[in-house]
Protein backbone atom coordinates (compact mmCIF):
# COMPACT_ATOMS: atom_id res chain seq x y z
CA UNK A 1 0.00 0.00 0.00
CA UNK A 2 0.87 3.72 -0.63
CA UNK A 3 2.12 5.61 2.65
CA UNK A 4 2.23 9.29 3.36
CA UNK A 5 -0.09 11.99 2.48
CA UNK A 6 -3.62 10.76 0.73
CA UNK A 7 -5.93 12.91 -0.81
CA UNK A 8 -8.40 13.22 1.42
CA UNK A 9 -11.76 11.43 0.71
CA UNK A 10 -9.76 8.44 -0.36
CA UNK A 11 -9.77 5.39 2.02
CA UNK A 12 -7.12 2.52 2.14
CA UNK A 13 -9.67 -1.36 1.53
CA UNK A 14 -7.13 -4.09 1.39
CA UNK A 15 -3.97 -2.68 1.01
CA UNK A 16 -5.39 0.08 -1.92
CA UNK A 17 -6.85 2.88 -1.87
CA UNK A 18 -10.83 3.36 -3.82
CA UNK A 19 -12.80 5.87 -4.16
CA UNK A 20 -15.94 6.04 -6.34
CA UNK A 21 -18.47 8.99 -6.31
CA UNK A 22 -21.38 7.59 -7.24
CA UNK A 23 -23.90 8.35 -10.33
CA UNK A 24 -23.54 12.22 -11.40
CA UNK A 25 -23.45 12.76 -7.14
CA UNK A 26 -26.01 10.47 -6.28
CA UNK A 27 -24.06 8.74 -4.15
CA UNK A 28 -25.75 5.58 -6.09
CA UNK A 29 -23.07 3.14 -8.13
CA UNK A 30 -24.65 2.49 -11.44
CA UNK A 31 -23.96 -0.82 -13.58
CA UNK A 32 -21.35 0.84 -16.16
CA UNK A 33 -19.57 2.57 -13.29
CA UNK A 34 -19.57 -0.60 -11.72
CA UNK A 35 -18.12 -2.45 -14.68
CA UNK A 36 -15.40 0.13 -15.13
CA UNK A 37 -14.08 -0.25 -11.42
CA UNK A 38 -14.42 -3.74 -11.46
CA UNK A 39 -12.67 -4.18 -15.28
CA UNK A 40 -9.71 -1.85 -13.76
CA UNK A 41 -9.12 -3.82 -10.75
CA UNK A 42 -8.92 -7.16 -12.84
CA UNK A 43 -6.73 -5.31 -15.61
CA UNK A 44 -4.04 -3.30 -13.30
CA UNK A 45 -4.51 -4.17 -10.25
CA UNK A 46 -4.55 -0.61 -8.63
CA UNK A 47 -3.09 0.76 -5.55
CA UNK A 48 -5.33 3.77 -6.08
CA UNK A 49 -8.68 4.07 -8.28
CA UNK A 50 -10.62 6.76 -8.03
CA UNK A 51 -13.39 6.63 -9.86
CA UNK A 52 -15.80 10.30 -10.89
CA UNK A 53 -18.61 9.91 -13.38
CA UNK A 54 -19.26 13.34 -14.07
CA UNK A 55 -22.23 12.89 -16.20
CA UNK A 56 -24.53 15.17 -14.22
CA UNK A 57 -22.29 18.16 -15.34
CA UNK A 58 -23.35 17.39 -18.79
CA UNK A 59 -26.52 18.06 -21.33
CA UNK A 60 -27.35 14.55 -20.14
CA UNK A 61 -30.45 12.95 -18.55
CA UNK A 62 -30.55 12.77 -14.94
CA UNK A 63 -28.84 9.52 -13.67
CA UNK A 64 -26.66 9.13 -17.31
CA UNK A 65 -23.43 7.64 -16.90
CA UNK A 66 -21.71 8.50 -20.13
CA UNK A 67 -18.88 10.96 -18.69
CA UNK A 68 -15.79 9.90 -16.36
CA UNK A 69 -12.77 10.79 -15.13
CA UNK A 70 -10.61 7.90 -13.20
CA UNK A 71 -6.91 7.83 -11.48
CA UNK A 72 -5.56 5.10 -11.51
CA UNK A 73 -2.18 4.03 -9.83
CA UNK A 74 -0.24 1.40 -10.79
CA UNK A 75 2.97 -0.35 -10.82
CA UNK A 76 1.76 -1.95 -14.04
CA UNK A 77 2.63 1.57 -15.54
CA UNK A 78 6.56 1.38 -14.65
CA UNK A 79 8.60 2.53 -17.64
CA UNK A 80 5.30 3.28 -20.35
CA UNK A 81 4.72 6.30 -21.61
CA UNK A 82 1.69 8.23 -20.93
CA UNK A 83 -0.04 6.87 -24.14
CA UNK A 84 0.86 3.34 -23.26
CA UNK A 85 -0.83 3.82 -19.90
CA UNK A 86 -4.39 5.24 -21.79
CA UNK A 87 -4.17 2.34 -24.62
CA UNK A 88 -3.85 -0.30 -21.49
CA UNK A 89 -7.03 1.65 -19.69
CA UNK A 90 -8.81 1.88 -22.95
CA UNK A 91 -8.53 -1.81 -23.50
CA UNK A 92 -9.70 -2.54 -20.72
CA UNK A 93 -12.53 -1.06 -21.03
CA UNK A 94 -13.37 -1.06 -24.89
CA UNK A 95 -16.69 -2.56 -24.35
CA UNK A 96 -17.84 0.29 -21.98
CA UNK A 97 -16.22 3.08 -24.65
CA UNK A 98 -17.74 1.28 -27.73
CA UNK A 99 -21.36 2.19 -26.18
CA UNK A 100 -22.68 3.98 -22.80
CA UNK A 101 -19.48 5.97 -22.26
CA UNK A 102 -19.15 8.75 -24.53
CA UNK A 103 -15.90 10.72 -22.34
CA UNK A 104 -13.42 9.42 -20.44
CA UNK A 105 -10.32 11.67 -18.52
CA UNK A 106 -7.27 9.50 -17.98
CA UNK A 107 -4.82 10.29 -14.55
CA UNK A 108 -2.38 7.08 -15.17
CA UNK A 109 0.41 7.44 -12.54
CA UNK A 110 2.73 5.05 -11.33
CA UNK A 111 2.99 4.68 -7.16
CA UNK A 112 5.89 6.77 -7.41
CA UNK A 113 4.44 9.67 -9.85
CA UNK A 114 1.43 9.43 -7.16
CA UNK A 115 3.61 9.97 -3.89
CA UNK A 116 5.32 12.82 -5.90
CA UNK A 117 1.90 14.65 -6.37
CA UNK A 118 -1.56 12.97 -5.02
CA UNK A 119 -3.71 16.38 -6.95
CA UNK A 120 -6.58 15.05 -8.80
CA UNK A 121 -7.56 16.47 -11.99
CA UNK A 122 -10.67 18.18 -12.12
CA UNK A 123 -12.46 18.76 -15.39
CA UNK A 124 -13.76 22.24 -16.77
CA UNK A 125 -17.35 23.18 -16.60
CA UNK A 126 -19.18 21.87 -19.43
CA UNK A 127 -20.84 24.40 -22.49
CA UNK A 128 -22.21 21.61 -24.45
CA UNK A 129 -25.77 21.02 -25.19
CA UNK A 130 -28.05 23.43 -23.30
CA UNK A 131 -26.01 24.61 -21.06
CA UNK A 132 -23.94 26.80 -23.28
CA UNK A 133 -23.25 30.40 -21.91
CA UNK A 134 -25.27 32.61 -22.94
CA UNK A 135 -23.55 35.09 -25.93
CA UNK A 136 -21.43 32.01 -27.31
CA UNK A 137 -22.25 30.66 -30.50
Known amino acids: MLSGRLVPGLVPMAGRVCLSRGSAGSGAI ?29 AVPPGSETHFRVAVVSSRFEGLS ?23 AIQARTPAQWRENSQLDTSPPCLGGNKKALGTP
Open 30 to 58: GPVEAAIRAKLEQALSPEVLELRNESGGH
Open 82 to 104: PLQRHRLVHAALAEELAGPVHAL
